[in-house]
């Protein structure tokens, strides 16, 4: 019964017209809604790769200053000495 109703209803033209044109509707509120979704994982993306870099360079400056730490008491105090720490 229900079936024949959408039928005899859909056989006018303007139902299909407002068949289409909500159709159309609801494809481009799910494409504007999927564009949403795709540009808050590319930011979290993005602040994830500022994170990663940051960190990057901080532990690039901890090995730097490993290497130029002295390497026994002697270079210490020479450096103290010297005023070069």
Known sequence: ???NLAVGLLARPWA???AAIA???LTIALFLINLRRTAERAGRAAE???????NDA???QMLD???RRPRSRDDLLDRLRGGDF
């Open 65 to 67: 200053a490993a290497a």
């Open 16 to 18: 299909r017209r407002v």
């Open 58 to 60: 901080i532990h690039r």
């Open 1 to 3: 019964m229900w079936v």
């Open 23 to 25: 159709l159309a509707a």
């Open 48 to 54: 994830r790769l500022e994170t990663l870099e940051r």
